[in-house]
């Protein structure tokens, strides 16, 4: 340009620049620094907002694009073992996942499931890990494993909790003070040693009252928006057994009152057996619940479902039972497996067969 076009150009730019400066438009180094510190604050809490709002299946795909460096078989590792939380917590809010909702899970591999300690052990480390990154990535804001206390493996066994004969009589006897429904609960687990998930999937269609024969086809279970709902027993076959006349006679009168109290409110009459009072389905983790309370109420430490499915068998093995028919009334793939983990009351009965035998045989030789 010309002399004179450069200071006409000039005077343009000043011009604009002294416009500009009118109007608050120019800002300074210090006010510029303080102008992105404040969008990038805004920017943060946008962000922290919006991962409130993240469901545990998006986090988890989130995790896993976050973990690419890893082998392969490591990835496919993480999300097998994670199938079974992303059925439980997929369309639940990441925030939102509780304590409670943590060791509701972990019990429900272990009893539900039926998973073997070292195999829980390992689900509880990968959903741990999952929800610390997630703590890290101020997704939530603590890690609701951290109180949950990890499965102890005792060198390699598994570990098989009883009741004693004297506290599952103080159990059915205490029973009687509670409300008609965990009554009738309680005498079913302790008689049938079926799983809680095959209880609470139990229609009154599936009891032969005349006989006691109880036919175990479906197995409850819950999810975040889908709620309860039906799944096939946990070996895929169905199954029965049989249930002494005392547990009978209760599930008659808890049908009656159900019956009565539904119907009264002009509500359809329940084909389930456990409901509450308005006809709803109970959640499969509800007992669970209840007899953790039932035991802190009447002094019985460590209440809970899976424990009468352990006493009924290793009861039933000790007193001469074959382990063909325990295997067959606990819904088991193989006899092996009843035998791995009731082997020590498998000991008992046969110490006292060799007892027996001695008393007869050896006795006076």
């Known amino acids: 340009w010309a002399k004179k076009r450069q200071q006409k150009e000039l005077d343009i730019a000043k011009a604009n620049f002294q416009v500009a400066c009118d109007r608050g438009e120019v800002k300074t180094r ?13 920017k943060a809490e946008m962000e922290a907002e919006n991962a409130k709002k993240m469901i545990f299946a998006d986090g988890f795909e989130f995790y896993m694009s976050k973990t690419r460096k890893k082998k392969i078989n490591t990835i496919t590792g993480i999300r097998t073992t994670m199938k079974r939380a992303l059925t439980m917590f997929g369309n639940k809010k990441l925030e939102d996942i509780s304590e409670d909702n943590c060791q509701a899970y972990i019990d429900f591999l272990s009893y539900d ?20 990154w997630c703590v890290k990535q101020n997704l939530i804001a603590s890690n609701p494993m951290r109180n949950i ?11 098989v909790e009883t009741f004693s004969v004297e506290e599952l009589k103080k159990i059915l006897l ?3 003070k509670e409300p008609l429904m965990w009554q009738a609960m309680i005498y079913l687990l302790a008689d049938t040693g079926m799983r809680r998930g095959e209880a609470c999937g139990l229609r009154w269609a599936d009891i032969d009252f005349a006989s006691g024969r109880i036919h175990i086809v479906n197995n409850a279970q819950y ?5 309860v ?27 009656t009152l159900q019956k009565e109290v539904v119907e009264g409110q002009n509500l359809p009459t329940p084909k389930h057996i456990f409901t509450h009072l308005d006809g709803k389905r109970i959640n499969p983790q509800a007992p ?22 352990h006493t009924m068998a290793t009861i039933m093995i000790q007193n001469g039972s074959d382990i063909k028919t325990v295997s067959t009334k606990l819904g088991h793939r193989s006899i092996e497996i009843t035998l791995s983990l009731y082997c020590h009351s498998n000991k ?12 007869l045989v050896w006795n006076g030789k």
């Open 174 to 176: 205490c029973s009687e």
């Open 149 to 159: 206390e990890k499965p102890v493996d005792n060198e390699g066994e598994e570990k």
């Open 288 to 309: 669970t619940a209840y007899l953790r309370k039932f035991g802190e109420k009447y002094g019985i430490p460590d209440c809970h479902p899976h424990k009468f499915r």
């Open 348 to 359: 008992d009965a046969q110490q006292a067969a060799n007892e027996k035998f001695a008393s």
């Open 30 to 42: 210090d006010e510029l620094k303080a102008e992105k510190l404040e969008q990038a604050k805004l």
């Open 229 to 255: 709902y039906d799944t096939n027993t946990k070996n895929k076959k169905e199954r029965d057994v049989y249930a002494n006349p005392q547990v009978i006679e209760i599930l008659k009168k808890w049908k």
């Open 223 to 227: 999810t975040e928006g889908k709620g």
């Open 113 to 132: 499931c039926e998973l073997r300690i070292s195999t829980v052990r390992k689900h509880y480390a990968t959903l741990s890990a999952f929800l610390t």
